[in-house]
C-alpha cells in the first residue's frame, strides 16, 4: 500500500451526522469530514481509516465506546455485507429526518436560494416490503463472509442469487430473505436458485463471461400479478424450459413469465428481445382508477404506494384549473402527465425512450384519456420554434428528470418560455438544488415537499414548485 493511503487509527469518533451515500459522519484530529460505514449518528467510536482524500477519509468503525439511542437492531440477515439498506440500523423517525435536513441543507447550501416553510417530510407507510421490482445477478462464486472464509469448513454452496457487493461488479452476495419486496418474491428466487443447482444449469461467471444463468428480475404489481424474467448468457432450450417450465408449474400465481438470451458483455437487458414463455408479456398498475401497463423494459416507480402520494403533491402542487396548457418533461410512460390531465387543458408529455413513449400513448388511450400528447426526443433539443408553434407554450411545466438534474440548456429553454408555473420533481436534491439557482431569477420557490419513497436507505425525492416572479 502506498504512504497516500496508509491507514490510520482515529480513537473515539462521535458521529455527528449522515449522508454521503448513507455513511455517517465524524470529524478527524485533523479537521477532515470522515465519511464512516454501518454507524449512526450518536454513536462513538474507533475508526480506521480505509480511504484517504484530499478534503475527506473514508472510515469503518472497528470497536464502540457508546452506541446511540438512535440505533434499533436490523431486520435483516445480510445487514452489513448488502449494500441496498444502509441505514436499517437507525430507527425510521430519524431517517425522515436526515433526509430532510438534507433536502434542506442542499436547497440552501447549494442553491442558495431564499426557500419558504418547508412541509415536513412524507414518511411511506410501509417501511419494508415496498418495492415492485428487484433484480437478482447470479455468480459461479459467491461472496464469502470473513467468518465463513476463517471457518476452516469446507464452502459447499458456491453459488449466489443476490446482489452486488457495494463497489463490486464481479461479486454477489447470496440473499435468502430480502426485506423489500413482497413474497413470494424471496420464495421464487430461493427455488430458482436451487432448482437450477439441482439440474446442473450453470450460474454466470462475470470475470471469465462463462455459465448459462445471468439475471433475475421480479416485479409485482398491485393489481396482484407478478412478472418474472430471467435473463439467460446463453440458449441451451432444453435446460431453459426445465426451468421456466418448473417455476411456471411452481408459482402459477406469475402472470408474466420470460425471458432474455443475452450474449453481450454487460447486463443491460434494454437493447435485448425479451421473449414471453407463459401467460402476458406485461403486467398492470393502477392508480386512482388510471391503468398502467409495464412490460419488462418499461420505468414504473418501485414504491408504488409512496408513487400516488409524490404525484398527488404534484398535482396539487400544479395547481390547475382546467385551462392550462401542460408540459410533463422526462415523462416516462406518461405516469404523471395521465394523472393530472383531468384537471388540465392539455398535457404534453417529451421522454427520451421510444418504448416509453410508445406505453404512455397505449395507456392513454386505454384510460380514455383524450387530452395528451407525446413525444420522443432529448430534452435538450425538444424546445425548438417549431416544437412550441406547434404544440403552443406552456402555462405550467412539470419536470422530473434523472439524478444528473436539467441540461443548462434545458433550463434556458424554460427560462425562453417562462411558464407561469414549475413543478420540480427530483430524486437528487443536489442537483435540483443547482438547477433551482440556476431559475432564480425569474422563479420564486413557493412550495418545498419531500417525500420518502425508500426507507432504510438515504435516497429522498422532493418536490418545490415554483411561480414567474
Ligand atoms: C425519474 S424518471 C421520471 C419518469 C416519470 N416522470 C415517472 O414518474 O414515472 C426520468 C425519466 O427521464 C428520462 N430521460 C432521461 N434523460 C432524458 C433526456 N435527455 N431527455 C428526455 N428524457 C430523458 C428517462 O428515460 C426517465 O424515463
Known amino acids: 500500500m502506498g504512504r497516500r493511503n496508509k491507514k490510520k487509527i482515529f480513537e473515539a469518533v462521535e458521529i455527528t451526522g449522515a449522508g454521503g451515500k448513507g455513511k455517517g459522519i465524524g470529524k478527524s484530529p485533523d479537521g477532515r469530514v470522515i465519511f464512516i460505514d454501518n454507524v449512526v449518528p450518536g454513536d462513538v467510536a474507533d475508526i480506521q481509516t480505509l480511504k484517504k482524500r484530499k478534503a475527506y477519509y473514508q472510515g469503518t468503525a472497528i470497536n464502540f465506546h ?33 433526509k430532510e435536513d438534507e ?41 464469502l463472509t470473513a467468518e465463513e472464509i476463517n471457518s476452516g469448513v469446507e464452502i459447499e454452496d458456491k453459488e449466489a442469487l443476490g446482489f452486488h457487493i ?7 452476495l447470496d440473499i435468502k430473505k430480502c426485506h423489500l ?26 470475470r471469465k463471461q462463462e455459465g448459462m444463468l445471468r439475471t433475475l428480475m421480479i416485479r409485482t404489481s398491485s393489481t396482484g400479478e407478478i412478472m418474472l424474467l430471467i435473463q439467460f448468457f446463453y440458449e441451451d432450450k432444453e435446460k431453459r424450459e426445465l ?3 418448473a417455476v411456471a408449474e411452481m408459482f402459477p400465481e406469475i402472470t408474466s413469465l420470460q425471458y432474455v438470451i443475452n450474449e453481450k458483455g454487460n ?78 387543458k392539455k398535457v404534453i408529455g417529451v421522454e427520451v425512450v421510444p418504448e416509453a413513449i410508445h406505453d404512455a400513448k397505449e395507456n392513454a388511450k386505454r384510460n380514455q384519456i383524450e387530452n395528451t400528447d407525446f413525444f420522443v426526443g432529448d430534452m435538450k433539443k425538444v424546445f425548438s420554434k417549431e416544437f412550441i408553434s406547434n404544440n403552443g407554450a406552456p402555462d405550467v411545466i412539470i419536470t422530473d428528470p434523472p439524478r444528473d438534474g436539467m441540461h443548462k440548456d434545458v433550463i434556458a429553454q424554460i427560462i425562453g418560455i417562462l411558464p407561469q408555473r414549475i413543478v420540480y420533481v427530483s430524486c437528487n436534491s443536489a442537483t435540483q438544488a443547482r ?35
Open 181 to 206: 419486496q413482497e413474497d413470494p418474491s424471496n420464495a421464487i428466487r430461493n427455488f430458482v436458485k436451487k432448482f437450477a443447482k439441482e439440474n446442473d444449469l450453470s450460474f454466470f461467471n462475470a
Open 243 to 245: 426451468l421456466l417450465n
Open 166 to 172: 457495494p463497489g463490486m461488479w464481479d461479486k454477489i
Open 435 to 469: 438547477d433551482l439557482a440556476l431559475l432564480d431569477e425569474h422563479y420564486k420557490v413557493t412550495k418545498v415537499q419531500p417525500v420518502d419513497m425508500f426507507p432504510q436507505t438515504h435516497h429522498v425525492e422532493n418536490v418545490v414548485c415554483l411561480e414567474r416572479r
Open 66 to 98: 457508546k452506541l446511540s439511542e438512535k440505533r434499533v437492531e436490523p431486520v435483516c440477515q445480510h445487514f452489513g455485507t448488502c449494500g441496498g439498506c444502509k441505514w436499517q440500523n437507525m430507527d425510521y423517525q430519524y431517517q425522515l429526518e436526515y
Open 267 to 344: 447486463d443491460t437487458i434494454y437493447d435485448q428481445e425479451v421473449v414471453c414463455f407463459k401467460g402476458r408479456d406485461h403486467i398492470f398498475e393502477q392508480m386512482e382508477g388510471l391503468q398502467f401497463k409495464i412490460n419488462a423494459k418499461s420505468f414504473y416507480q418501485t414504491n408504488s404506494a409512496q408513487a400516488y402520494e409524490l404525484y398527488k403533491i404534484t398535482r396539487d402542487f400544479a395547481s390547475l384549473n382546467g385551462d392550462e396548457l401542460v408540459y410533463d418533461l422526462y415523462t416516462g410512460t406518461g405516469t404523471i402527465a395521465q394523472f393530472v390531465a383531468k384537471k388540465a
Open 103 to 143: 433536502v434542506v441543507n442542499n436547497l440552501r447550501r447549494v442553491g442558495k436560494i431564499e426557500l419558504p416553510e418547508i412541509t415536513p417530510i412524507l414518511g411511506s407507510k410501509e417501511i419494508y416490503f415496498y418495492r415492485n421490482k428487484m433484480e437478482f445477478s447470479f455468480s459461479d462464486s459467491r461472496w
